[in-house]
């Protein structure tokens, strides 16, 4: 009977990591990780591999559907993994957005350090960008969420007014890749589960308005990827965070890669 053998993974490119005397390891004999050359060393890495893509069915009729939704959103609140939040950002999203209000959430603030989590803080608020941390499975930064949207969007019923208008809901539209946290924010900001949530990709299926309080409606939105990922080292991040189909890659490459 032929003996079951681990298979043999290798990775070609890349610096070689240098072993410290305590045993850890360096890939550059500092303790700083270089993250510029991380990423040309998984550009490297990956143009062996077969590309990473991933655009089933329900995918494409979200992206259709969202762009006519739009019309109706008075906020977006656009929801990135904090640990790859760059790499979490759909390509054509400023061109959808224009200038509609826009709310970032970086959700799973819990798998960052402090440190990062300061820093990313200082870069977006010297863009001007309004930033909420959270934490979707506690339910950390979603009442804050809640206050910024509804304080955004007060225009919107102050028009109204001006217009002899009856007031109305403000309506705020959460969208972002796949398995970020949008359905576990509403639910944690309902305080019940309205929408489907699970650790794994492409749950949500379909886009469903859902009502917090008197004056908030919120639009949960199945996550969506471009058709084509052109930067295939952001795909392998979304591989490793568990952020795209798994049917997209191979796990062993993409667990070398991660190793
Ligand atoms: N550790 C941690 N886990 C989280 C956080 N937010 C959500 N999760 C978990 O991540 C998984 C995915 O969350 P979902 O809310 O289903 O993600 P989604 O963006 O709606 O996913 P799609 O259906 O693919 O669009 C669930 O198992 C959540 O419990 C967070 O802030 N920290």
């Known amino acids: 009977m032929a003996s079951l053998q681990p298979p043999l993974i290798k990775i070609v490119g890349g610096k070689a990591p240098t072993w410290r005397e305590n045993g850890s390891v360096s890939d550059s004999g500092e303790d700083e990780i270089d993250w510029a050359e991380m990423d040309s060393d998984l550009c490297y890495w990956t143009r062996a591999l077969r590309p990473v893509q991933w655009y089933p069915g329900h995918i494409a009729k979200t992206e259709k559907e969202l762009k006519e939704q739009l019309k109706l959103m008075d906020v977006v609140i656009e929801v990135r993994d ?3 939040l760059l790499s979490t950002t759909h390509p054509q999203m400023d061109l959808w957005l224009g200038n509609r209000k826009r709310i970032l959430v970086l959700n799973r603030e819990d798998m960052i350090s402090t440190a990062d989590r300061n820093a990313w ?17 506690l339910g950390m930064g979603t009442m804050k969420l809640g206050r910024l949207t509804k304080s ?5 019923n102050v028009k109204r007014r001006a217009k002899g208008l009856l007031p109305r809901p403000v309506r705020a539209g ?4 796949p398995n970020v946290g949008k359905s576990s924010l509403i639910n944690r900001l309902l305080k019940r589960r309205m929408c489907t949530a699970a650790p794994r990709p492409g749950v949500t299926r379909e886009l469903k308005w859902v009502r917090f309080g008197k004056d908030l409606e919120l639009l ?15 795909a ?3 591989a490793i965070c568990d952020d795209i ?3 997209s890659y ?5 667990a070398a890669i991660l190793v």
């Open 250 to 254: 191979d796990v062993a490459d993409v």
């Open 82 to 84: 904090a640990r790859i």
């Open 220 to 234: 949960d939105s199945p996550g969506i990827l471009p058709m084509r990922i052109s930067d295939q080292a952001a």
């Open 245 to 247: 189909g798994e049917r």
């Open 152 to 156: 955004l969007a007060e225009g919107v």
């Open 236 to 238: 392998i991040k979304l």
């Open 174 to 177: 959460i969208v972002g890749y």
């Open 121 to 137: 803080a200082m870069y977006f608020s010297r863009q001007g960008t309004k930033v909420v941390f959270s934490n979707g499975q």
